[in-house]
């Protein structure tokens, strides 16, 4: 991934799971992913390295957080199952 597109990612979800943590409902950003998939078709990134991106997204939280980021560590991993 460009740097480019992975700085538009990155701040993407990031507001995103703040907004999430804020209203209290991670629930809400199950269309982050959908949105994350077709930034990666938009740029002709296969779709294949979301969860790569997500994997990583996740050890930079738990490298970065304390306990208080397990919702998010939950939400990623759920995600990266999925995707």
């Not at 930034?39 to 002709?44: K, N, S, V």
């Amino acid at each position: 991934m460009k740097e480019h597109h992975l700085e538009i990612a990155n701040e993407f979800l990031g507001q995103n799971i703040q907004a999430g943590l804020n209203l209290g409902d991670m629930n809400l950003l199950e269309h982050d992913i959908d949105w994350l998939a077709g930034l990666l078709q938009t740029h002709d990134i296969s779709r294949e390295l979301l969860p790569n991106y997500l994997t990583l997204y996740k050890q930079a939280v738990e490298a970065s957080l304390d306990q208080r980021g397990q919702p998010i560590v939950d939400w990623l991993n759920s995600n990266i199952k999925d995707s």
